[in-house]
């Protein structure tokens, strides 16, 4: 059930999930606010006033990405094309970092543009083909630098700065193209739903 909660001049939309976990926790992974709490918890209101800075400002980022999305323009191209890319920056970054890896996958990923396990596994989401060359390269250095930083700590982001001195505006797009490939899904299932 979708609620809402209003903070400052912001409408925002929430749902909630109860699972087994222990401790609950906020997510703005697909645009939309979600609370993750436990089984028994029952302490809603005060969870979303405590972080309600937090919320405010996730939501405000994730407002104005909408926005400029629609000023965005998507660049096409096969799945076929962007493995053969990704493929080819994967050997150029892993050679320049002196990194190995397991294996490669592509899929579509419901919340990211990339993943690395702790096997070594390196997963692209395939929506990135709908991306400019310069945000695929990011993302695919992003995941490569995880095979040498597990996590986002300083050393992970002073290689980050060091390849990519813009890193902080191509999060931010990466965030704006997000939202515009999935109005483009969304578009492309209704139009099949209507034929």
């Given at each position: 059930m979708?609620?809402?909660i209003?903070i400052?001049?912001?409408?925002?939309?929430?749902?909630?999930?109860?699972?087994n976990?222990k401790?609950?926790r906020l997510e703005?992974?697909?645009?939309?606010?979600?609370?993750?709490?436990p089984?028994?918890?029952?302490?809603?209101?005060?969870?979303?006033?405590k972080?309600?800075?937090?919320?405010?400002?996730?939501?405000?980022?994730?407002?104005?990405?909408?926005?400029?999305?629609?000023?965005k323009?998507?660049e096409?191209?096969s799945?076929?094309?962007l493995?053969?890319?990704?493929?080819a920056?994967?050997?150029?970054?892993?050679?320049?970092?002196?990194?190995?890896?397991?294996?490669i996958y592509f899929?579509?990923?419901?919340s990211?543009?990339?993943?690395?396990?702790?096997?070594?596994?390196?997963t692209?989401?395939?929506?990135?083909?709908?991306l400019?060359?310069?945000?695929?390269r990011?993302?695919?250095?992003?995941?490569?630098?995880?095979?040498?930083?597990k996590k986002?700590n300083?050393?992970?982001?002073?290689?980050?700065?060091?390849?990519f001195?813009?890193?902080?505006?191509?999060?931010?797009?990466l965030?704006?193209y997000?939202?515009?490939v999935?109005?483009?899904?969304?578009?492309?299932?209704?139009?099949?739903?209507?034929?």
């Amino acid at each position: 059930m979708v609620k809402r909660i209003k903070i400052h001049d912001l409408d925002v939309e929430y749902e909630t999930d109860y699972r087994n976990v222990k401790y609950p926790r906020l997510e703005f992974k697909t645009g939309r606010l979600l609370l993750v709490l436990p089984k028994n918890y029952r302490e809603e209101t005060k969870l979303l006033e405590k972080h309600r800075d937090w919320i405010y400002k996730k939501g405000l980022m994730i407002k104005l990405a909408k926005k400029e999305a629609k000023k965005k323009k998507i660049e096409a191209r096969s799945e076929e094309e962007l493995k053969d890319f990704i493929y080819a920056l994967i050997r150029e970054f892993s050679k320049d970092l002196g990194v190995e890896l397991n294996k490669i996958y592509f899929r579509e990923l419901r919340s990211k543009w990339g993943s690395c396990s702790v096997k070594k596994n390196l997963t692209f989401n395939t929506l990135l083909r709908y991306l400019p060359e310069d945000l695929i390269r990011y993302v695919v250095f992003h995941e490569v630098v995880h095979l040498k930083e597990k996590k986002h700590n300083e050393r992970f982001w002073k290689y980050i700065r060091e390849k990519f001195g813009d890193y902080q505006k191509k999060e931010k797009d990466l965030l704006v193209y997000w939202f515009l490939v999935q109005d483009i899904l969304s578009s492309k299932k209704e139009t099949e739903k209507n034929e």
